[in-house]
Antibody
Framework: EVQLVESGGGLVKPGGSLRLSCAAS????????MNWVRQAPGKGLEWVSS????????YYADSVKGRFTISRDNAKNSLYLQMNSLRAEDTAVYYC????????????WGQGTLVTVSS | EIVMTQSPATLSVSPGERATLSCRAS??????LAWYQQKPGQAPRLLIY???TRATGIPARFSGSGSGTEFTLTISSLQSEDFAVYYC???????????FGQGTKVEIK
């Protein structure tokens, strides 16, 4: 069974940093591209960042470019999101999502971790 | 950036009735369109990909259609567990930037 479990969320002050993790199991993690998607309270879904299976290709939404860094450790079956210079508008539930093979829709999602940026 | 627009924002439907949700892309996305269902407090779940292919385990009452810029998700006979928010997503452009519609909430009439 495919499982994605996010962790690392919490309360952080504006300008602060946080590192999110996503632990994957039930599939060959190193064969799949992965993404982070966020959802502000009461709002819709916003794609944040993507990383290919071997980390060769990395993409960011304009809203986080230069502040967030996506990475992965295939030996540990883990995905990460380093978030720096956090702003109030980064407050959201952050989901990790697997990209389906040979295409690019998201076939499995984790349950999410809440990041709150507030003084 | 490709903008996805969903309508209506809210759809009130009685159980057993048909629901039709629309999604429009600001430019052609071919058939690179997915639909997701999200219930309160839960992660999104993939329903449809390739505009019309049901994901594994998705009941046949869910169907998708369309290509290019106009897409439709139809729920043929609403069950109690289908009341949720539905999002469309395009995955067509290069370099990849995935965009979602703003969602349609299907509520009990």
């Amino acid at each position: 069974e495919v499982q994605l479990v996010e962790s690392g969320g919490g309360l952080v002050k504006p300008g602060g940093s946080l590192r999110l993790s996503c632990a994957a199991s039930g599939f060959t993690f190193s064969s799949y591209s992965m993404n982070w998607v966020r959802q502000a309270p009461g709002k819709g879904l916003e794609w944040v960042s993507s990383i290919s299976s071997s980390s060769s290709y990395i993409y960011y939404a304009d809203s986080v470019k230069g502040r967030f860094t996506i990475s992965r450790d295939n030996a540990k079956n883990s995905l990460y999101l380093q978030m720096n210079s956090l702003r109030a508008e980064d407050t959201a539930v952050y989901y990790c999502a697997r990209v389906a093979r040979a295409t690019s829709y998201f076939d499995y999602w984790g349950q999410g971790t809440l990041v709150t940026v507030s003084s | 950036e490709i903008v996805m627009t969903q309508s209506p924002a809210t759809l009130s439907v009685s159980p057993g009735e048909r629901a039709t949700l629309s999604c429009r892309a600001s430019q052609s996305v071919s058939s690179n369109l997915a639909w997701y269902q999200q219930k309160p407090g839960q992660a999104p779940r993939l329903l449809i990909y390739g505009a019309s292919t049901r994901a594994t385990g998705i009941p046949a009452r869910f169907s998708g259609s369309g290509s290019g810029t106009e897409f439709t998700l139809t729920i043929s006979s609403l069950q109690s567990e289908d009341f949720a928010v539905y999002y469309c997503q395009q995955y067509n452009n290069w370099p990849p930037t995935w965009t979602f519609g703003q969602g349609t909430k299907v509520e009990i009439k």
